[in-house]
């Protein structure tokens, strides 16, 4: 999988660069008035005085401080240099032949893989952290956000620190791993807290439809990136990072990997725990209708090479939305309609069709199912133990939707208002073809944050129609 003699080819096309001085920071008063010299050279007989003391608060502020500056610019310029880089996309297949072979070499696996690691995670990382600046700067005000940026700029030093590591050291392989650990369980609630700071972002400035656009662009880029980069932390974690290498309930996975997933094996799964949430809530739920077509080998379960986990999150949530829909639209039936689900294998893609009676969504909801935030159930409060865990975060979808793009499959919703909806995920038969989608800093990215979004060239229909009978024959 890792190649070490492939580097990611520099871009060809960069946004400008902006390269800031220190010639305007104004320093604390210490610095641009330095203390007297006379107390530096005054002798102390009894411990020290007040007023060397203080000099020597002085000082440690001042060495501080510019510990401080020499770091941000030392972090700035190493960004700017790995953001010139385009990220190196790897297929499913070549993340499994890596972990195949490791079989029975793992030092010389681990090995490649850190020499790979260690210079693509700084450059996925530097991409998305370019982007995150070019957010409205009341939305990198907010705490929130501040906190993201924060855990990005700690994990990106904490990779640089094995850029001229030796890779033949076992300590530093051990020592690398273990910085990976500590960077994947770092960034476990980013989700939740990037959503958190754009909802403080619009309770205190509102919304606005050309931020909210430049918004939902990026965090469509952000959680893709942050999903590449879980993975290959997974992968390396997984295959180097325990002394057990074979998850007892796993056995046959490669990582994270599952070379023969069981696609309706993951299905019953979700809906199993979909509906333990349906029946606490709402006391009932529907049954499950599941249905297989092979065409590749007619008769035989229906496999894939895929991650069953990034499957698992996918039809969970569509099986959460079918539930709650059917649920709220037939509350007072004796019975409720069964939730249908469909897997199909072809030559070229597998896909997994879950539908409902749940009465549907209007199609001009539809676009608005997969933005952040945007939810048909009422926000549940935080402290609410008794909120429906159904629905109201408004992530379910999008994100969903990102899991099937990432290796090269998608998500879409297909809604016949009054009867119900179904959702369609599809997905790379191939190993070869599935392969991962990834964002790029480039000079595209930036102008669509920068360049100003024109007005609609076709007319909007007015929700009054004029009255034609005001107007006068010629």
């Known amino acids: 999988m890792w190649d070490c003699g492939h580097r990611s080819k520099i871009k060809q096309s960069s946004t400008p660069r902006i390269i800031k001085t220190t010639e305007h920071l104004r320093f604390p008063a210490c610095v641009n008035n330095p203390p007297n010299g006379e107390a530096v050279t005054r002798r102390v007989r009894r411990g020290r005085s007040s007023s060397s003391r203080l ?40 993340f499994l032949d890596f972990g195949k072979s490791c079989t029975g070499s793992e030092n010389a696996c681990e090995k490649t893989s850190f020499a790979f690691l260690r210079h693509e995670l700084p450059v996925r990382l530097a991409n998305i952290m370019k982007e995150i600046n070019l957010l409205p700067d009341n939305l990198l005000k907010t705490p929130s956000v501040g906190l993201v940026q924060s855990w990005y700029m700690q994990s990106f030093q904490d990779i640089l620190e094995f850029k001229d590591k030796n890779a033949d050291d076992e300590k530093v392989t051990y020592a690398f791993t273990d910085a990976v650990i500590k960077i994947r ?12 700071g754009v909802v403080e972002y619009k309770e205190t400035y509102g919304t606005d439809p050309v931020v909210s656009q430049n918004v939902q662009y990026f965090l469509d880029r952000f959680y893709m990136s942050r999903i590449s980069i879980r993975m290959l932390l997974n992968q390396h974690t997984l295959l180097f990072g325990g002394k057990v290498k074979v998850n007892p309930a796993h056995p046959n996975q490669i990582g994270s990997i599952d070379p023969h997933c069981g696609v309706s094996e993951v299905i019953r799964d979700a809906f199993e725990n979909a509906r333990n949430l349906c029946d606490r ?4 739920s ?46 007072d ?11 199909a294998l072809g030559s070229e893609d597998l896909t997994v069709k879950v539908s409902d009676r749940g009465g549907g969504v209007p199609l001009r909801k539809i676009d608005r ?44 919703l297909y809604s016949l208002e009054g009867y119900g909806t179904d959702a369609v995920i599809y997905i790379r038969a191939l190993s070869t073809e599935s392969i991962e989608r990834l964002p790029v800093y480039n000079k595209s990215a930036w102008k669509h944050y920068k360049t100003m979004h024109e007005a609609d060239d076709w007319c909007v229909p007015s929700k009054e129609p004029k009255d034609l009978t005001t107007f006068r024959s010629f």
């Open 185 to 196: 369980n770092r960034h476990n609630d980013v989700i939740p807290t990037m959503a958190q």
């Open 333 to 343: 039936a004796m019975e409720y309609p069964p939730v249908h689900a469909q897997v």
């Open 55 to 94: 000099q020597q608060v002085r000082e440690g502020v001042i060495m501080r401080l510019l510990r401080f500056l020499r770091s941000s610019v030392s972090i700035g310029k190493d960004v700017d240099f790995y953001s010139r880089f385009s990220p190196s996309p790897l297929s499913m297949k070549q």
């Open 369 to 412: 199912l997969f933005t952040y935030t945007y939810s048909t159930a009422p926000r549940p409060s935080i402290d609410d133990s008794r909120a429906a865990p159904l629905a109201g975060y408004g992530y379910g979808l999008p994100i969903s939707r990102l899991y099937a793009r990432y290796f090269q499959g998608d998500l879409k």
């Open 281 to 284: 809530y709402y006391m009932n």
């Open 286 to 331: 529907p049954e499950l209708i599941l249905e297989e077509f092979n065409a590749k080998e007619e008769g035989k379960p229906v496999t894939v090479v895929y991650v069953p986990s990034h499957l698992y999150h996918m039809v969970f949530e569509l099986f959460k939305n079918a539930m709650r829909a059917t649920m709220e639209l037939h509350g």
